[in-house]
């Protein structure tokens, strides 16, 4: 066995990795509190020992579903606006924020903890959304099927207002319908009539 087939992680090792982590995921975004790392174990169907050689802390495990689901908001725009227009893009995209967000819900002390300790460097994770948010409108506004004057922290500022009000699986439908109205607000008018921010600057002229 050479010395690079000695350092690749087994198969079964790695599927066992997967497995933890897409457990994790679904057990963190369905909890009201924290769950156990043996309640996460028994529901990947894996010993606690398994877990441990993966993740040996709380700490470990809530980093490695953080930088993954960071990772699919980040990296996957490019996948996303070459399968879809910018405006079902960026729908689509709020979708996956949205679960981002339950997410925290069953790992929020943990996160807290690990964002004031700085293990989570928060400030770059924002930047880093940001720059996936306006990496959407940008095509958007090249396709001209996004409004051009809407910023990525206005996208940011409004998906959190939303996923603070519909914030359980019980307002789904509450969150995908502010969702699509957000997306309807973000269209062009084609209406002859002026935007909410055109509107705004003639009332700055004319004062």
Known sequence: MTAAER?????????????????????????????????????????????????????????????????????????????????????????LFGAWIATKNGMLNTLLAMIES???????????????????LEAGRTSGQLRTDVSAEDIAAALIGIFTVANSPQHE???TRLLNLLMDGLRPCTCGQPTAAECGSARKLDQ
């Open 7 to 95: 350092r690749r992680p087994r198969a079964d090792a790695t599927r066992n990795r997967e497995q933890l982590l897409a457990v994790a995921t679904r057990m963190f975004a369905a909890a009201e509190t924290e769950p156990s790392m043996r309640a996460i174990a028994n529901e990947a169907g894996v010993g606690i020992a398994t877990l441990y050689r993966h993740f040996p802390t709380r700490e470990s495990l809530v980093d490695a579903v953080y930088q993954d689901q960071v990772s699919r908001l980040t990296a996957g725009t490019c996948e996303l606006l070459a399968e879809l227009d910018p405006p079902a893009a960026l729908r689509r995209w709020m979708d």
């Open 118 to 136: 700085g293990e989570i460097a928060h400030a770059h994770t924002r930047t880093e959304l940001l720059g996936a948010i306006d990496d959407l």
């Open 173 to 175: 439908a509450m969150a």
